[in-house]
């Protein structure tokens, strides 16, 4: 089975955008390198991503669409036009997430945004939680978990800082399923 990923930086209060869907303040941030990035890109080979953010990825300018080399699926309730580098995916989410996992191939990237992560959460679909924690305190903007339904164990697994970045490597702990009921399947 593959592993559904998120990974994502945020503020250290819980937000990972402005209010106006701004991401300047994570570039005023002293970090290292590409901050892990490559490392991870390189460990998947196919990404989902919300309407939302293929919406903020167009209003960029001059910049070629960045997943180009992996299978990419944008999620959306509605009908989209056809887009050369992605597959628009308008049915039920969850299922179509939960049915991916179980194909072949390698691990799954939820690029976001916040609502799709929380949908995947919610659906108890998400394997590993990579947060990159920016030392901003926004005040106010886009949060990242604010609606996950149900409480959700996580155990860390690692820990890295990249200049004044601090990366949090967590596996989701999935419940395990009730016993069944004794004798249900006798012969």
Known sequence: ??????????????????ENEQMEWLEAVEGQGDN???????????????????????????????????TC???????????????WINNDFDTFLHDLKYRQGGDIWLVGGGQLIRSALNAQLVDEVILTIAPVLLGKGVPLFT??????????RAS?????????????????????????FEV
């Open 36 to 70: 892990g990035y490559t490392r991870f890109y390189d460990t998947i080979d196919t990404i989902i991503v919300g309407r939302h953010t293929i919406e903020w990825l167009k209003k960029v300018p001059n910049l070629p669409f960045p997943y180009h080399d992996k």
């Open 160 to 184: 890295e800082t990249f200049g004044q970045f601090v990366e949090l490597r967590y596996e989701v702990i999935h419940p395990a399923p009730p016993p069944l009921e004794k004798g249900l």
């Open 73 to 87: 699926y944008a999620i959306s309730t509605t009908p989209q036009p056809h887009d050369p580098h992605f597959s």
């Open 1 to 18: 089975m593959r592993s559904v990923k998120v990974f994502i930086a945020m503020s250290l209060d819980n937000f990972i955008a402005t």
């Open 147 to 156: 609606g996950v339904l149900n409480m959700q164990h996580l155990r860390l």
